[in-house]
């Protein structure tokens, strides 16, 4: 059986990753789901990478190059939105500050498993890297 020491790890930083992101829609003084919008960032920025990987067999390709831009671009927009959120009209935002800060923490755990994940499926002998 493979070591399941990075499997832990990386379910481990989901979960507190999707904390976050439920507390800021959440907790009473801020009552406001429409952080949870970023959940659409998180299903769409491993996409690119993985059908890359699928067509592409040499590694310095101009499909992995398209594909990194493409999973940039969605990375930055999850970050981006909760900010335009908290700055949306100035006098009545529809999120608060707090709100964006704990959706950009819970956007930093989620996007840093996302990448170990990426990167532990890049490793030949690994049993899980059938993706």
């Known amino acids: 059986m493979a070591n399941l020491k990075p499997i832990v790890c990386l379910s481990f930083m989901i979960s507190v990753g999707l904390m976050f992101l439920i507390l800021a829609c ?3 003084q801020y009552n406001n789901w ?3 919008f970023v959940i659409v960032f998180y299903i769409l920025s491993p996409v690119p990478t993985f059908i890359s990987r699928r067509l592409d067999t040499e590694p310095s390709s ?3 190059s398209l594909a990194h831009f ?3 671009g969605i990375v930055i927009s999850s ?3 909760p900010i335009i959120l ?3 009209p100035y006098h009545n935002p529809v999120i608060n ?3 964006c800060f704990l959706t950009l923490t819970g956007n930093v755990f989620i996007f840093v498993t996302i990448l170990g994940f990426i990167l532990m499926s890049d490793e030949e002998n690994v049993e899980y890297s059938m993706w």
């Open 70 to 72: 493409l999973t940039t």
């Open 97 to 99: 500050w707090g709100a």
């Open 34 to 36: 429409w952080p949870f």
């Open 62 to 64: 101009m499909g992995r």
């Open 26 to 28: 959440a907790l009473p």
């Open 79 to 81: 970050f981006a939105l």
């Open 86 to 88: 908290a700055r949306s």
